[in-house]
């Protein structure tokens, strides 16, 4: 979809996530900055899309204005039919970096919390949390404090707090950036089969290529100063994924024009 | 070691340290003067046993006072002050600087304006200890990383919600560290006032008894003050307690 197009009523109806002409500054007079400018782009029922882009390029800040934790200066956003004016916690679930877990609460308690918060009954929340950890592999772990779980298992719990309301939009920043590269290979791995049987929309923000392309339907790829979407690229390579294909001609060519888009921004 | 056999040594050390310093006051090497001797104590109680249980019931309630006032309006400032940055910017060096400030200067204006009776030990009390509470809230409120807020927001908490589920409990630790530092300072506000000018209580009867070289009587008083303390910790301990309880069964509604 080019920019600047007008959104009709029928296209916001059709696909899951329509952004349309977002753009976000932050302050104002001669001391605004411009975090986004005229981002568009729509991503379709069941699709897993990546943003990936140079540090600095507002794709956090274009996750946030997608869960309506930060709104947009301009343009609008619409999930599933409906603007988004702020979070909607029964229809998207939102990962990041860190799993922000409280400590004080074990992990199935941390998995239950957004049933809390909406004063679901403690048997139907149990019944509902523990599941997800079993889907996760922490079944042994429910009644372990976070600060007994490794980083990776932090997130494996944060993944699990993300389906418990049933979402059909996940929206991740960066969730497995600060683990090690084995267990962040693992974790893309599993959430590409808890994808698979879930069937949701994903939207996925990081700034390493690889993790971009293996994980992704589509890639948006993100410029800087100020941030925008330089490039839709539909990643030709067939489900299930699996390790091999990264060291493939076509993954690697797909990686260097990604590469080479950023660095041309950059400079 | 088990924890009675512990008890049981502390005791034996506790009753070697009194009979020692009986004996070295009827050997007399002590001056009763100065140190007094476990018998004037015991012979103050039998003395004066009632004026202390009286004096020790008004400290306890001052004391009591002062905590319910400086705990409750402290923690409300902090809190308050911590979600307002220009707020915190500006109170943040005026609260240090007031800790720091020996505010007993301010007692005699306080007998002044509130007479010699309870309530301005109650005032001073909380004078002295609402700073340390209300910094300390600050600072446990601002440390907390946004990032638990957002998290919150986004599985869909609202404002209350994030403040008494998420933030609160966060926060405690350092609540409860400006709770101990400024109930402390209460009880030795409260006792000194106590001391300096007013018409009973602990601090009054130590320094009458002082004044008539009444050594028993000013041990006695003594003692009654660190009970007091020892209180006050006791049940700091307690709602610590209470509290952390509280925050792990948040969940349950």
């Not at chain 2, 002082?210 to 000013?218: E, H, I, K, S, W």
Request: net charge positive; glycine share 10%; proline share 5%.
């Amino acid at each position: 979809m080019p920019s600047g197009v007008q959104m009709t009523a029928e296209d916001i109806a059709r696909e899951t996530i329509v952004v349309d002409g977002v753009g976000k500054t932050y302050g104002g007079g001669t001391h605004a900055l411009t975090a986004l400018t005229d981002v568009s782009f729509t991503v379709r029922e069941g699709e897993f899309a990546t943003l990936v882009g140079p540090s600095g390029c507002g794709k956090s800040t274009l996750l946030q204005i997608l869960a309506g934790l930060v709104p947009a200066s301009s343009g609008l956003v619409a999930i599933d039919g409906r603007m988004v004016t702020g979070p909607s916690p029964d229809k998207i679930g939102v990962m990041f970096q860190d799993a922000w877990l409280l400590p004080w609460k074990t992990a199935a308690e941390n998995v239950e919390f957004p049933l809390v918060l909406r004063k679901v009954k403690p048997a139907e929340r149990r019944k509902r949390a523990l599941p997800l950890l079993e889907l996760v592999g922490l079944a042994s772990f429910a009644d372990r404090y976070p600060d007994e779980l490794s980083g990776g298992m932090r997130q494996r719990v944060a993944i699990a707090r993300c389906l418990v309301q049933e979402p059909r939009v996940l929206l991740m920043d960066e969730p497995f950036a600060a683990l090690d590269e084995q267990t962040r290979t693992r974790m893309g791995n599993e959430l590409l089969q808890i994808w698979e049987k879930s069937g949701g929309t994903v939207v996925f923000v990081t700034h390493g290529l690889t993790e971009a392309i293996y994980l992704a339907d589509t890639v948006f790829v993100m410029g800087t100063r100020p941030g925008r979407i330089i490039e839709r690229i539909a990643v030709p390579l067939s489900r299930p994924r699996s390790i091999d294909m990264i060291g493939s001609e076509s993954f690697g060519r797909l990686r260097n024009h990604i590469w080479h888009l950023i660095a041309e921004v950059r400079t | 070691m088990t924890r009675t056999r512990r008890r049981l040594i502390q005791f034996a050390a506790l009753a070697a340290l009194l009979s020692l310093w009986e004996a070295a006051f009827r050997l007399g090497l002590l001056s009763p003067i100065i140190f007094g001797s476990p018998s004037l104590i015991v012979r103050a109680v039998t003395q004066d046993g009632w004026t202390f249980a009286h004096a020790f019931r008004i400290t306890v309630f001052e004391i009591a006072k002062a905590v319910l006032i400086a705990w409750t309006a402290g923690i409300l400032f902090g809190a308050v002050a911590a979600s307002l940055p220009a707020l915190a910017r500006v109170s943040a060096p005026i609260l240090s600087a007031l800790i720091a400030v020996p505010l007993v200067v301010l007692y005699p204006v306080l007998i002044a304006w509130l007479g010699l009776g309870p309530s301005s030990k109650v005032v001073f009390g909380v004078v002295s200890g609402i700073f340390p509470i209300a910094l300390n809230t600050m600072i446990g409120v601002q440390g907390i990383d946004r990032g638990y807020a957002q998290m919150a927001a986004a599985m869909g908490a609202n404002p209350r919600q994030i403040m008494f589920q998420v933030m609160a409990p966060l926060a405690l630790p350092a609540i409860v560290s400006g709770l101990r530092l400024g109930t402390a300072l209460i009880v030795i506000g409260v006792v000194l006032s106590e001391m300096l000018g007013s018409t009973d209580g602990i601090g009054f009867w130590i320094s009458y008894h002082r004044a008539l070289f009444n050594t028993g009587q000013v041990y006695l008083g003594i003692l009654l003050a660190l009970l007091v303390a020892g209180l006050a910790n006791a049940a700091l301990s307690l709602v610590e307690r209470f509290y952390v309880r509280q925050a792990a069964n948040l969940s349950v509604p």
